[in-house]
């Protein structure tokens, strides 16, 4: 199954029409950011979007977080890099991300919501979009700018935030059909459904590390009493 997989994964790599598609797709964010409501409704329901380009962008936004930390003059942004771990930073976007997705869905399904999980994954991953556009330009921006014209820095940080806050719950709106008032809602829920599950993964990771120590612990007295 899994030789069926890489054979149809490399197929579609070497298919023009999908990379035209996905192009297409990519382009189509600026759409979105731009004209949410409408961009999100056709993103899901006329299939405007892609899987291939959300992930693209999530990937792009993982780039843009490590670039920042790196490249980002000092006088913005203080990183010990000595104390930095590339994998936890990228974990750390890239798990809340997804337990997003996941916490939001369950919710929604129970009430009505139209949106599936993969409807929601590629709403969240388009709504990223002005972090990446914004993001990346300050980058050069901040080894450029002093201290006093920092606020230009500062202004404009804020607003790739701010946007990709908008933007995330216009998408929630027009992929569950709610009104601003139940998506408000239910947004919050999922924030404490995104707790939750937080809680039980590191619930059931702590059972597993204290059984395994237990086994562990057992075969050490086993062996120091046999040998």
Known sequence: MSGLSRALSKER??????????ISSLRYALHVIVRPFDGFWDLTHEGR???AAANTIVFLMLLTRVLRLQYTSFLFV?????EVNVFVEVLSILLPILIWCVANWSLTTLFEGKGRLRDIYMGTAYALTPYVLIQLPLILLSNVVT??????????SSISFIWCGFLLVVAMMMIHDYTLGK???FMIMSVFGMLVIIFVLLLFFSLISDGIAYFVSLYRELSFRLY
């Open 13 to 22: 790599l070497l298919n023009p029409a999908w990379w035209q598609r996905t």
């Open 49 to 51: 979007g892609s899987m």
């Open 78 to 82: 203080r990183v010990l890099w000595a």
């Open 147 to 156: 201290v006093e014209e920092g606020a230009i820095y500062t202004v404009l």
């Open 183 to 185: 998506t408000a809602i």
